[in-house]
């Protein structure tokens, strides 16, 4: 069963870095085919995919998100994680981990988790 789950802080300040990290069980990070993905839903709007880090390590990034967001990982522990830089409320959302297999799209998904930009 693979398994993931969010973590990081629920509140952020405005300008500071969100930093959130995703903790797979189940499946290996580094495992060939899969695209481990950042997803945001700011309240009241719909999905927006933010980025991902394929299994070779190379990562793809939102055009409107570029010059603020990185997706990096620690393959020994089987996590990735995401920093989006000078935040602002827009950033506020539910923030979700997914695992994306390109073929036949987004099979496992993390619970969310909520963080706020507010001063």
């Known amino acids: 069963q693979v398994q993931l789950q969010e973590s990081g802080p629920g509140l952020v300040k405005p300008s500071q870095t969100l930093s959130l990290t995703c903790t797979v069980s189940?499946?290996?990070?580094?495992?060939?085919?899969?695209?481990w993905t950042w997803i945001r839903q700011p309240p009241g709007k719909g999905l927006e995919w933010m980025g991902a880090i394929y299994s070779s390590g190379s990562t793809y990034y939102s055009p409107s998100l570029m010059s603020r967001i990185s997706i990096s990982r620690d393959t020994s522990k089987n996590q990735f994680t995401l920093q989006l830089s000078s935040v602002t409320p827009e950033d506020t959302a539910v923030y979700y981990c997914a695992r994306d297999t390109m073929l036949l799209g987004f099979d496992y998904w993390g619970q969310g988790t909520q963080v706020t930009v507010s001063s």
């Open positions: 189940g499946a290996s990070i580094v495992a060939n085919y899969y695209y």
